[in-house]
T-cell receptor, first 115, second 115 residues
Framework: EAAVTQSPRNKVTVTGGNVTLSCRQT?????MYWYRQDTGHGLRLIHY?????NLQIGDVPDGYKATRTTQEDFFLLLELASPSQTSLYFC?????WGGGQNTLYFGAGTRLSVL | AQKVTQTQTSISVMEKTTVTMDCVYE???????LFWYKQTASGEIVFLIR??????ENATVGHYSLNFQKPKSSIGLIITATQIEDSAVYFC????????????FGSGTRLLVSP
């Protein structure tokens, strides 16, 4: 069974603070994604990556940086957090086209509050 | 740019009935992949079913099936013989076939199944 682990599960910070959300997958998947979930908006793509050192821009990237350090690890960085970034963040991984379903396997989510 | 729209914010049905959830999508690609995911009350997001754009047959998995109407850019999710545990939020998603692996989601439909 695919495994995606996010940490921390909950985080509270203040406006202007630095936050790093971590995601590790043990699926040997090449693709990893960061989404935020807000009421009325569903899941919106922030950044994604197809391997270590690679970064692709999603649909709502402003205020977020991301870094893929290894195949397993994908980090989301908020360097100057704002209250508008209060949200539920999900990480996901996906296999490649060759034989897989290309479905996303999601982590349990990180709830971030920016005060 | 790819886009997925779910206009139904919530649906309520009685147990053991059939429900259809709507989803329309926009894409410039001739090849694409459509998915439905379920988010349970605990927040867990899981893959349900997938439709490849080049396949004419509607996908079916258990009591989930799809109504794929390509000329209308529509991919409805049909749940037959609904159960209480089908109560959840359902997301429609799309990945374009150009190899970019960007996956975008709709805003979700909340389903409530009552006894």
């Amino acid at each position: 069974e695919a495994a995606v682990t996010q940490s921390p599960r909950n985080k509270v910070t203040v406006t202007g603070g630095n936050v790093t959300l971590s995601c590790r997958q043990t699926n040997s998947h090449n693709y990893m994604y960061w989404y935020r979930q807000d009421t009325g908006h569903g899941l919106r793509l922030i950044h994604y990556s197809y391997g270590a050192g690679n970064l692709q821009i999603g649909d709502v990237p402003d205020g977020y940086k991301a870094t893929r350090t290894t195949q397993e690890d994908f980090f989301l960085l908020l360097e100057l957090a704002s209250p508008s970034q209060t949200s539920l963040y999900f990480c996901a991984s996906s296999d490649d086209w060759g034989g897989g379903q290309n479905t996303l396997y999601f982590g349990a989510g990180t709830r971030l509050s920016v005060l | 740019a790819q886009k997925v729209t779910q206009t139904q914010t919530s649906i309520s049905v009685m147990e053991k009935t059939t429900v259809t959830m709507d989803c329309v999508y926009e894409t410039q690609d001739s090849s694409y992949f459509l998915f439905w995911y379920k988010q349970t009350a605990s927040g867990e997001i899981v893959f349900l079913i997938r439709q490849d754009s080049y396949k004419k047959e509607n996908a079916t998995v258990g009591h989930y099936s799809l109504n794929f109407q390509k000329p209308k850019s529509s991919i409805g999710l049909i749940i037959t013989a609904t159960q209480i545990e089908d109560s959840a939020v359902y997301f429609c998603a799309m990945r374009e076939g150009g190899g970019g692996y960007k996956v975008v989601f709709g805003s979700g439909t909340r389903l409530l199944v009552s006894p």
